[in-house]
């Protein structure tokens, strides 16, 4: 199948939204009056970001996901998206290109967007992906608005992608339901695009959890000069972490990326919103700390109120050694 035989086949649907979509040299958009354009950008790699052997609608779905996941956690309604391929042979095929992109353009109509336009070239299986949204001006939800005595928020339940990971490690074992529940976690992960859009005006700072929570906590951290408290014992838990050792809880939850939930900080006067919010999306939300002052650095403290080392929590880091 030829490049273009294989766009057409697979990833040309007619423009909706855009006034040009896939086929010209560029894609035409018309910006909509006093809104501000937010644009994303994720690579996923096989053997670094997702596996051989992952299912292609799942492979699919995920490439959208993490980036829509960005989109959410600046508040954004999305718009459209472009998907650059780079394809070895085998994988320039029907039995590869039907279920992805079938994967891929399911979830762009559950959020009623479209592909614009990309690139396709031949080499080791890549996928980049560029979500473009938008958002009411200056509203953007950034990483860098958190106050001292905000609440630290989470959205659902963290940890089992991590835990999925683990097991495909060889690291630890699961029974096959709790296997399944954490595997769709890790290949299948929902981006929080209707909580991030019910936050603006809501939330002072937001991040997706990609790298693991303390890693992301730390950005916001960096970038609005705050500290923070984290009550481990509010940590929201779902029955498969909850049977594994303390230990492993930890990792799943303070170090485990691709979950895709978002973390949020929210002023206290601001809770009952946002619990209104939750219940609205049938989104579990939860206070698990609150921001103090830059010098205090973050802290998470276990049932006991102790303090518990960061040491091994410190979050994803692609140059860095594991
Ligand atoms: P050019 O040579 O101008 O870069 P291409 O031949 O690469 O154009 O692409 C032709 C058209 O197909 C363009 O509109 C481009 O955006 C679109 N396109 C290429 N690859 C993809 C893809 N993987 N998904 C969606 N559209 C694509
Ligand atoms: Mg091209």
């Known amino acids: 199948m030829g490049e273009f035989d294989l766009i057409d086949r697979f990833f040309h649907r007619p423009a909706r939204r855009a006034v040009v979509g896939v086929g010209d040299d560029c894609a035409v958009l018309q910006p909509t009056a006093g809104r501000q354009l937010t644009i994303s950008t994720d690579l996923l790699v096989e053997g670094r970001h997702f596996l051989p052997t992952v299912d292609p609608y799942r492979l699919g779905h995920k490439a959208l996901a993490v980036n829509l996941s960005d989109l959410a956690a600046c508040g954004a309604d999305p718009h459209s998206f472009l998907l650059s391929l780079s394809l070895p042979e085998s994988k320039a095929r029907p039995s590869f290109l039907k279920p992805f992109s079938q994967g891929m353009l399911a979830l762009a109509d559950l959020h009623g967007i479209e592909l614009i336009g990309g690139d396709t070239t031949s080499g080791p299986l890549t996928i980049g992906v560029t979500v473009l949204g938008e958002v009411p001006t200056g509203q953007a939800l950034l990483r860098s608005g958190a106050q001292e005595g905000d609440e630290l928020w989470v959205s659902g339940t963290p940890g089992e992608a991590r835990l999925a990971l683990e097991v495909f490690r060889g690291k630890l074992s699961l029974p096959e339901s709790g296997f399944n529940t954490a595997r769709l976690a890790m290949e299948m992960p929902q981006p929080r695009v209707a909580l991030g859009q019910a ?124």
């Open 199 to 322: 936050l603006r005006g809501v939330a002072t700072a937001a991040i997706d959890i990609s790298d693991g929570l303390i890693g992301d906590l730390n950005h916001i951290m960096a970038q609005s000069d705050v500290g923070a408290i984290i009550e481990l014992a509010r940590m929201p838990r779902t029955p498969v972490l909850t049977v594994q050792t303390v230990n492993v809880q930890r990792l799943c939850q303070l170090a485990g990326g691709d979950d895709y939930e978002l973390l949020f900080t929210a002023p206290p006067d601001r809770h009952d919103v946002v619990l209104a919010i939750g219940r609205r999306l049938g989104l579990k939300l939860t206070v698990i700390g609150r921001m103090v002052s830059a010098e205090e650095g973050v802290r998470v403290r276990d049932e006991f109120g102790h303090p518990i080392d960061l040491g091994d929590y410190g979050g994803f880091d692609h140059f860095k050694a594991e």
